[in-house]
Nanobody
Framework: QMQLVESGGGLVQAGGSLRLSCAAS????????MGWFRQAPGKEREFVAA????????YYADSVKGRFTISRDNAKNTVYLQMNSLKPDDTAVYYC??????????????????WGQGTQVTVSS
């Protein structure tokens, strides 16, 4: 079993930046690809970004490409999401997720076994 805890959310103005962190504990981090998803009220949870175990492969939703960067520090069992040039449409609860198998980066919710509780990001216009 793995536990994931997100932090770093908050209120920012459009054009601003935030860095989200996801700290993992319990099950080993080794070999596990990670992802970020987000969900706005009344909407489906949508894929944001994913990163392979080694960090050598990253994958982004078109809506955030060029603005967001996913990274990880395996020594700290932590995944990050650097969010720049934030837009009001980025407002959502952001969730960290971990795969439960040896698969690589994926944009499918079903491929992720472990989920954090989420952290709120609000971008004002």
């Amino acid at each position: 079993q793995m536990q994931l805890v997100e932090s770093g959310g908050g209120l920012v103005q459009a054009g601003g930046s935030l860095r989200l962190s996801c700290a993992a504990s319990g099950r080993t981090f080794r070999g596990i690809a990670m992802g970020w998803f987000r969900q706005a009220p009344g909407k489906e949870r949508e894929f944001v970004a994913a990163i392979s175990w080694s960090g050598g492969s990253t994958y982004y939703a078109d809506s955030v490409k060029g603005r967001f960067t996913i990274s990880r520090d395996n020594a700290k069992n932590t995944v990050y999401l650097q969010m720049n040039s934030l837009k009001p449409d980025d407002t959502a609860v952001y969730y960290c997720a971990a795969r439960g198998d040896s698969g690589g980066t994926s944009d499918r919710r079903i491929d992720y076994k472990y989920w954090g509780q989420g952290t709120q990001v609000t971008v004002s216009s």
